[in-house]
């Protein structure tokens, strides 16, 4: 430990004892978790080892139900106090969360790294970018709010439309942005009035402990409630009682099919989802190689490729392939591997301890099935890492070509005719984005007009990603369910709803004493600045 920098050191195993529910912070009496990093230390007796971290509680069907009763009660089937709320009274309450969250960056950023082996800038990055995120939904809610602060009229009718909540939500983020993802889900799922039982995810729980007592200051009883546990024991049972409105998950399709099938009525049950995809490179003969080299060695390695957005399949010209394949992999093997806190490192310890053996398998597959590993430490082995291997050529039958990987190996296929790659994403079972590489406009031009169809991104000489959060970020097929952005999920967590009235007399004088009166949270044209 003696090369960990004072601020960033673990001295004492964090001994979660809490959960939140209905406004308090429940002591739990049930059994624990144990919280590891992959991350290595020495223990008391000399031997390095993986690092406890701390302990969480493993709560079980009977505190998971008193959680979703909880959010029940405060949503009242609509009528309860957060979803009549007066708009800038809910505002109110994320603007006091938001600053309390900001006093616990530090100790946030330091689990993000220990925790899933995020480096610095990027632990950084992700607590900042989630907070700009917050106060971006705060504005672009006042502007929806004051769109909607008007009376429309057709046909004789006056309508006051807005925007109304869904009900229960049932929240699951991801490992890989434990912090920015989940919340991407959980604040505007909050600010429309919905309620909400969050669940964490595996890895990167504790880091979202120190927020405890921001959330049970900030938000009337009920409103957020966040349980631990394995999902299987505290989600599926939430599920199957048929009282959650709205799924939001950002994960696996397999784990939101199964968490899906146990809600009985599935015609009710409205779904917001961000999940897996194969996102491709496709680079053109006329490329500009350096550029096309650095994206691709950003978009397939950040974060050790552990990212949806990350490219997972990379298309190289027959033309350019040899040249492309040999300046690709001195790069990756330039990479510095390290602990997250070390200054220029970008490859760090994989946070599911079965990663590393998981990505060997794809490895061997693919060179079984004909690949080769082009890059010199590719496929080197640890107990927590495997250096990134650069495989080529990929035959189409091997595991990593259609399996999401998440992680660092990295398949390149060569292609002649541009129709190769475009059946292959056509033919896949998803459809997020797609980075294009090249300039000559009368090739780029209908290639584009056709990649709209098949992916909801096309980046033009650039790697995918999700930013900024103002762009809408979704996906086709089994990449996802809706769409998250900052416009887009206060949508996706909402429905319109109005009042409407027939044009005479009687009903004008009505509305105009409604208004004057301020009597209603609803029927109000007041302007939020």
Excluded at 48 to 66: C, E, I, N, R, W
Excluded at 303 to 329: M, P, W
Aim: with cysteine; glycine share 6%; proline share 6%.
């Amino acid at each position: 430990m003696q090369s960990v920098k004072e601020e960033f050191r673990i001295k004492e195993p964090l001994r979660q004892e809490t959960y939140l529910a209905n406004g308090e912070l429940l002591k739990w009496e049930g059994a624990f978790a144990e919280v590891y990093s992959t991350i290595q230390t020495r223990s008391d007796n000399g031997e390095y080892g993986p690092t406890l971290l701390g302990t969480v509680p493993d709560m079980d069907k009977a505190s998971a139900l008193q959680a979703l009763d909880a959010a029940c009660n405060a949503y009242n089937k609509g009528q309860g106090l957060w979803p009549t709320m007066k708009v800038e009274d809910r505002i109110a309450c994320m603007e006091k969360f938001v600053s309390q969250m900001k006093t616990r960056r530090a100790e946030v950023v330091k689990l993000l790294m220990w925790e899933i082996g995020k480096n610095l800038p990027d632990s950084e990055k992700e607590f900042d970018r989630t907070v700009e995120y917050i106060y971006y939904t705060i504005e672009d809610y006042k502007q929806l709010d004051r769109d909607s602060a008007r009376f429309a009229k057709h046909g004789g009718v006056y309508a006051h439309i807005r925007r109304g909540p869904l009900g229960v939500v049932l929240c699951m983020g991801p490992y890989n942005y434990p912090l920015n993802e989940t919340f991407a889900l959980l604040i505007p799922a909050l600010i429309m009035g919905n309620t909400v039982v969050f669940k964490p995810a595996k890895h990167g729980v504790l880091l979202l402990t120190p927020l405890l007592e921001a959330f049970k200051n900030s938000f009337p009883e009920g409103v957020v409630n966040v349980i631990f546990g394995r999902g299987r024991v505290v989600a599926a049972p939430i599920m199957n009682t048929g009282r959650i409105d709205v799924l939001a998950l950002i994960g696996n399709s397999k784990s939101a099919i199964a968490l899906q099938d146990q809600h009985p009525n599935k015609n009710r049950l409205r779904l917001v989802m961000g999940l897996e995809a194969k996102n491709p490179a496709i680079v053109l003969p006329d490329a500009d190689l350096d550029l096309a080299i650095d994206e691709c060695i950003s978009g397939t390695l950040s974060f050790n490729g552990q990212r949806c957005t990350a490219l997972k399949v990379l298309y190289v010209h027959e033309d350019i392939a040899d040249e492309f394949n040999r300046r690709f992999s001195e790069k990756v093997d330039a990479l510095k591997f390290g602990n997250p806190w070390e200054p220029g490192v970008m490859l760090t310890p994989l946070p599911e301890p079965g990663k590393p053996g998981y990505i060997k398998e794809l490895i061997d597959d693919a060179v079984s099935k004909g690949a080769k590993v082009i890059n010199k430490k590719g496929g080197e082995l640890s107990e927590n890492y495997i250096y990134p291997a650069v495989l080529y050529p990929v035959n189409k039958e091997a595991r990593v070509y259609s399996e999401e990987q998440f992680g660092p190996v990295i398949p390149v296929l060569s292609f002649k005719s541009i129709q190769e790659p475009l059946d292959d994403m056509a033919e896949s079972n998803y459809g997020q984005q797609v980075s294009l590489f090249g300039k000559d406009i009368k090739t780029l031009a209908p290639l584009i007009d056709t990649l709209v169809n098949l992916v909801c991104r096309v980046n033009l000489n650039s790697s995918c990603q999700r930013g900024p959060d103002v762009y809408p970020f979704t996906g086709r097929k089994d990449s996802a369910v809706g769409t998250l952005s900052v416009h887009d999920a206060l949508r996706s967590f909402s429905i319109r709803t109005f009042v409407a009235s027939k044009d005479n007399d009687y009903n004008r004088k009505i509305l105009e004493e409604l208004l004057a009166s301020k009597a209603s949270n609803f029927v109000n044209t007041d302007y939020i600045l």
